[in-house]
């Protein structure tokens, strides 16, 4: 079971009897849609038909405005009357109303522009392949608006910007999703409860920033009992939580064992290091981003890791009856004290399987990484989201202040794996990520037993 119920922490909504076959719990209502959402597609189908129509007499184009509320209103009806669970819509209907969502824009551009057909096209796909996040996506949207472009201004008379866009747009997402069938990027479930989706930390930053006190801020949302820097504390409560078809706690050396179950007993050196090709992408991340955020600000060279890094576990008790429900590993600059991360590190059970979670909060959001266990040779562990498992992987999750109704999304196209080993008396840890399937950063540990109080100082032997 996960360590704490976040359920029940935080909202009155519980589970019904309805079991549903992928999350074990009941999925939320969607069946029928709702009046306000009819209405939505309505108003998007209608601006799309006044778009496409500009350029028709009046008659012509009040018949096109009505078309195109009725179309996508009905399309709505349909995609949802279909939806089963915290499945999100079907691709053909998310291809027609972004088609018709582009259709204003393109109309926009040529009525406050001189861009001509192949223009708009061009900057219709480079914006549908931004959307779309992987590379080949960005190549491969202008590569398409420009042949939209250059195809419809073949014909002869001037086409119609907003059929430019919305041509453009059908055309490459009907392609994107034939090329490219491995997502990087995917709406995985809108307004679904806590319990459908266990493999989500859901536990937000309730202001622009996080920082280093952040566990604390929630053990008073919580009302639980908070302990800053638990003496004696580890990321996860126990390894035999994780036990499962393909892994045995038992086979995990000693040391292992020890610094997952009692962190605080160790220290880490980091050393970092970043591929070529992601490290101006990541400054401007690291200035813009993490640190007002204060939040995933890892050091980008070996000189910043060397200034020193603090590493402490707050905790939670949630009804105080002294057993740790929620356990958050901070990391900060010794330096500056600036925060390197806050996550909270949870485990849970599903189908007979144990995974780890670790929630990483953001304003009103949370970033979770779920990662599968697997047995490392001579004793090692393995944490890693690149799994054919279906609960292993990354998710940005939105939750919603007062519902906390959960929209979120899978992010496939990022991997990471932790392999933790023991090697000539020492401990050391290799943290390797992926983006789009390339490598981007490893992140060296080398973990040290912490002098035992009243000891001399220097190396400590590991047990």
């Known amino acids: ?123 219709t796909g480079l914006l549908a392949g931004l959307l779309g996040v992987r590379p080949q996506k960005v190549i491969l949207g202008p590569l398409v608006g420009a042949a939209v472009g250059l195809g419809l201004a073949a014909r002869g008379r001037r086409p119609s910007p907003a059929a430019v866009a919305t041509v453009t747009l059908v055309i490459y997402r009907m392609l994107s999703a034939a090329v490219f069938r491995d997502a990087q990027v995917t709406l995985l479930a809108v307004r679904a409860n806590v319990a459908d989706l266990p493999f989500v930390v859901p536990l937000e930053a309730r202001s622009r920033y996080v920082g280093v006190d952040y566990v604390r801020s929630l053990a008073g949302v919580l009302g639980g009992s908070y302990v800053r820097d ?79 890094v603090r590493s402490r576990i707050d905790t939670i008790d949630v009804d105080r009856d002294e057993i740790i429900d929620i356990r958050g590993w901070i990391r900060s600059f010794a330096a500056t004290g600036e925060p390197i991360y806050v996550g909270i590190y949870t485990t849970y059970r599903h189908d007979d399987r144990g995974y780890v979670s670790v929630g990483f909060p953001l304003p009103q959001s949370s970033f979770t990484a779920t990662l599968a266990p697997h047995a490392r040779a001579g004793g090692g562990l393995v944490l890693t989201s690149r799994s054919a498992l279906p609960h292993p992987g990354h998710y940005l999750t939105f939750i919603e202040p007062t519902s906390r109704e959960l929209t979120t999304l899978g992010v496939p196209g990022f991997k990471e794996e932790l392999d933790v080993y023991a090697t000539d008396g020492e401990l050391r840890a290799d943290h390797a990520f992926w983006l789009f399937g390339l490598p981007f950063l490893v992140l060296r540990y080398r973990i040290r037993r912490k002098p035992v109080p009243g000891q001399a100082t220097g190396a400590v032997p590991l047990a």
């Not at 064992?257 to 970043?274: G, K, M, N, Q, S």
């Open 230 to 308: 638990a003496g004696d504390a580890g990321i996860v409560a126990s390894l035999d939580n994780l036990a499962g078809p393909d892994f045995d706690p038992g086979t995990v050396a000693a040391e292992v064992r020890e610094f997952y179950e009692h962190t605080t007993r160790f220290a880490l050196d980091i050393v970092p290091e970043w591929r070529t090709w992601v490290r101006p992408g990541y400054l401007l991340y690291s200035s813009l981003v993490a640190k007002p955020l204060g939040q995933a600000n890892l050091p980008m060279n070996q000189r910043q890791a060397q200034r020193g």
């Open 1 to 123: 079971m996960r360590q704490v119920d976040f359920t029940a922490a935080h909202s009155a909504h519980a589970p019904n009897d309805v079991i549903d076959d992928v999350t074990g719990t009941e999925p939320p209502d969607f069946a029928s849609p709702k009046a306000s959402d009819l209405v939505i597609a309505a108003l998007i189908g209608g601006l799309a038909g006044a778009a496409l129509a500009a350029r028709s007499n009046r008659v012509a184009a009040a018949l096109s405005t009505i078309g195109g509320a009725t179309l996508l209103a009905s399309a709505k009806a349909v995609a949802r009357k279909r939806r089963r669970g915290i499945e999100i819509q079907p691709l053909w209907y998310r291809i027609l109303s972004t088609g018709a969502l582009v259709a204003p824009l393109g109309w926009l551009a040529g009525k406050t522009t001189s861009a001509g057909p192949t223009q708009i096209g061009t900057a």
